[in-house]
T-cell receptor, first 110, second 115 residues
């Protein structure tokens, strides 16, 4: 079993839709949770960083962590074509060793 | 304010040759991480280095792969006697190393193709 599971998609939505991206993880020791966005042929860039359970909002993006079910989510409101990218969830226990999901490819159609 | 720099961006090697990938961390960062990304797969941790020290290389194959981060100059990921299975995108990330919320910033990657 992978430590972090993520549906690779692709996920295709119309412009303006609310997008929900999800990951599950297996190790209850994970405390820190991140979402990265990766455009084609580019390096990942950090979008959101959360600690433990709860929600965190930044503009159109909301990250949600439910440690009881080991489930993490990223919501994108009013999605734009420029949001089309691969979204990677990631987590670590507080050290340096970050575990990444496989990434979900998102396409937002104009 | 330069970010993480990697070169070359694309590298083509024939089987049996050596590949050298370079990474210059962000200004002020002394921690470097190397990851490998295969198509349709996530980033796989390879090695974590601080200046002149390898902290963790548990994700790096024991043979043919080596990494260094000298006191001066970029970090180098070296792959000897490359095989087709080494074809992948190799990403470097750097961080300041401060605290549990230490954020890793990624470079644009080097895409290695082994013919």
């Amino acid at each position: 079993q992978k430590e972090v599971e993520q549906d690779p998609g692709p996920l295709s939505v119309p412009e303006g839709a609310i997008v929900s991206l999800n990951c599950t993880y297996s190790n209850s020791a994970f405390q820190y949770f991140m979402w990265y966005r990766q455009y084609s042929r580019k390096g990942p860039e950090l979008l959101m960083y959360t600690y433990s359970s709860g929600n965190k909002e930044d503009g159109r993006f909301t990250a949600q962590v439910d440690k009881s079910s080991k489930y993490i989510s990223l919501f994108i409101r009013d999605s734009q074509p420029s949001d089309s990218a691969t979204y990677l969830c990631a987590t670590h226990t507080g050290g340096f060793k970050t575990i990444f999901g496989a990434g979900t490819r998102l396409f937002v159609k104009a | 304010n330069a970010g993480v720099m990697q070169n070359p961006r694309h590298l083509v090697r024939r089987r049996g040759q050596e590949a050298r990938l370079r990474c210059s961390p962000m200004k002020g960062h002394s921690h470097v991480y190397w990851y490998r990304q295969l198509p349709e797969e996530g980033l796989k941790f390879m090695v974590y280095l601080q200046k002149e020290n390898i902290i963790d290389e548990s994700g790096m194959p024991k043979e043919r792969f080596s990494a260094e981060f000298p006191k001066e100059g970029p970090s180098i990921l070296r792959i000897q006697q490359v095989v087709r299975g080494d074809s992948a995108a190799y990403f470097c990330a750097s961080s300041s190393g401060h605290g549990n919320t230490d954020t890793q910033y990624f470079g644009p990657g080097t895409r290695l193709t082994v013919l």
